[in-house]
Protein backbone atom coordinates (compact mmCIF):
# COMPACT_ATOMS: atom_id res chain seq x y z
CA UNK A 1 0.00 0.00 0.00
CA UNK A 2 1.28 3.66 -1.04
CA UNK A 3 0.59 6.37 1.00
CA UNK A 4 1.04 10.38 -0.11
CA UNK A 5 1.05 13.25 2.40
CA UNK A 6 0.48 16.36 1.02
CA UNK A 7 1.65 19.61 2.94
CA UNK A 8 2.12 23.39 2.28
CA UNK A 9 -1.25 24.81 0.84
CA UNK A 10 -3.07 27.63 2.17
CA UNK A 11 -3.52 31.73 1.65
CA UNK A 12 -1.54 33.74 0.05
CA UNK A 13 -1.33 37.37 -1.83
CA UNK A 14 -1.38 38.05 -5.25
CA UNK A 15 2.40 37.60 -6.17
CA UNK A 16 3.19 36.25 -3.36
CA UNK A 17 4.74 32.26 -3.06
CA UNK A 18 4.25 28.86 -1.55
CA UNK A 19 5.74 26.13 -1.53
CA UNK A 20 4.24 22.51 -1.78
CA UNK A 21 5.44 19.06 -0.55
CA UNK A 22 4.59 15.13 -0.95
CA UNK A 23 6.08 12.34 0.45
CA UNK A 24 5.61 8.94 -0.64
CA UNK A 25 5.77 6.10 1.71
CA UNK A 26 4.31 2.01 2.34
CA UNK A 27 5.67 -1.03 1.12
CA UNK A 28 8.16 -1.08 -1.87
CA UNK A 29 7.43 0.63 -5.08
CA UNK A 30 9.68 1.81 -7.69
CA UNK A 31 8.77 5.54 -8.61
CA UNK A 32 8.08 6.24 -12.61
CA UNK A 33 7.40 10.06 -12.12
CA UNK A 34 5.97 12.56 -9.32
CA UNK A 35 4.32 15.60 -9.37
CA UNK A 36 1.14 17.64 -8.96
CA UNK A 37 -2.56 18.71 -10.50
CA UNK A 38 -4.78 20.92 -9.66
CA UNK A 39 -8.66 21.67 -10.01
CA UNK A 40 -10.66 24.60 -9.49
CA UNK A 41 -13.94 24.96 -9.19
CA UNK A 42 -16.05 23.75 -12.27
CA UNK A 43 -12.82 22.84 -13.86
CA UNK A 44 -11.13 20.08 -15.33
CA UNK A 45 -8.23 18.31 -13.57
CA UNK A 46 -5.05 20.01 -15.10
CA UNK A 47 -1.62 19.46 -15.36
CA UNK A 48 0.84 21.57 -13.20
CA UNK A 49 4.12 19.57 -13.14
CA UNK A 50 5.77 16.23 -13.46
CA UNK A 51 9.00 14.70 -12.93
CA UNK A 52 10.24 11.62 -14.23
CA UNK A 53 12.51 9.23 -12.34
CA UNK A 54 15.07 10.64 -15.24
CA UNK A 55 15.09 14.38 -14.39
CA UNK A 56 12.57 14.98 -17.59
CA UNK A 57 10.35 17.82 -16.33
CA UNK A 58 6.72 18.85 -18.28
CA UNK A 59 5.09 22.13 -16.88
CA UNK A 60 1.43 23.43 -18.11
CA UNK A 61 1.79 26.31 -19.98
CA UNK A 62 -0.23 28.25 -17.19
CA UNK A 63 2.83 28.03 -14.88
CA UNK A 64 5.69 27.90 -16.82
CA UNK A 65 8.51 30.34 -15.54
CA UNK A 66 6.41 31.04 -11.92
CA UNK A 67 6.67 27.32 -11.01
CA UNK A 68 9.88 24.54 -10.07
CA UNK A 69 9.46 21.10 -9.49
CA UNK A 70 12.07 19.09 -7.80
CA UNK A 71 12.30 15.71 -5.64
CA UNK A 72 14.45 14.24 -2.77
CA UNK A 73 14.51 10.48 -3.83
CA UNK A 74 16.21 9.76 -0.70
CA UNK A 75 12.76 11.15 0.84
CA UNK A 76 10.43 9.83 -2.26
CA UNK A 77 9.24 13.49 -2.04
CA UNK A 78 8.47 15.93 -4.62
CA UNK A 79 8.22 19.94 -4.54
CA UNK A 80 6.21 22.10 -6.04
CA UNK A 81 7.55 26.02 -5.32
CA UNK A 82 5.19 28.58 -6.46
CA UNK A 83 6.07 32.17 -7.57
CA UNK A 84 4.36 35.39 -8.71
CA UNK A 85 1.01 33.24 -7.79
CA UNK A 86 -1.89 34.37 -9.18
CA UNK A 87 -5.65 34.47 -8.09
CA UNK A 88 -6.05 31.81 -10.96
CA UNK A 89 -3.61 29.26 -9.46
CA UNK A 90 -6.29 29.13 -6.79
CA UNK A 91 -7.23 25.44 -6.44
CA UNK A 92 -7.04 22.03 -4.90
CA UNK A 93 -3.30 20.78 -5.86
CA UNK A 94 -3.31 17.22 -5.76
CA UNK A 95 0.40 15.12 -5.72
CA UNK A 96 -0.05 12.29 -8.31
CA UNK A 97 2.58 8.93 -7.94
CA UNK A 98 2.93 7.13 -11.22
CA UNK A 99 4.86 3.79 -10.07
CA UNK A 100 6.81 0.69 -12.84
CA UNK A 101 3.51 -0.57 -11.94
CA UNK A 102 0.42 -0.44 -10.66
CA UNK A 103 -2.06 2.23 -10.81
CA UNK A 104 -1.69 5.65 -10.60
CA UNK A 105 -1.56 7.22 -7.46
CA UNK A 106 -3.57 10.78 -6.00
CA UNK A 107 -2.91 12.48 -2.40
CA UNK A 108 -5.81 13.95 -0.43
CA UNK A 109 -5.62 17.41 -2.09
CA UNK A 110 -4.43 20.86 -0.70
CA UNK A 111 -6.34 23.46 -0.91
CA UNK A 112 -4.27 26.99 -2.60
CA UNK A 113 -6.02 29.93 -2.54
CA UNK A 114 -4.63 33.55 -3.86
CA UNK A 115 -6.24 36.65 -2.97
CA UNK A 116 -6.05 39.82 -5.27
Known sequence: QVQLVES?????QSGGSLRLSCAASGSS???SAMGWYRQAPG????LVAMITSGNRINYGDSVLGRFTI???VAKNTVYLQM??????DTA???CNLVTVYGPPR???GT???VSS
Not at 43 to 46: I, W
Open 83 to 88: NSLKPD
Open 111 to 113: QVT
Open 8 to 12: GGGLV
Open 92 to 94: VYY
Open 43 to 46: KQRE
Open 70 to 72: STD
Open 29 to 31: FKI
Open 106 to 108: WGQ
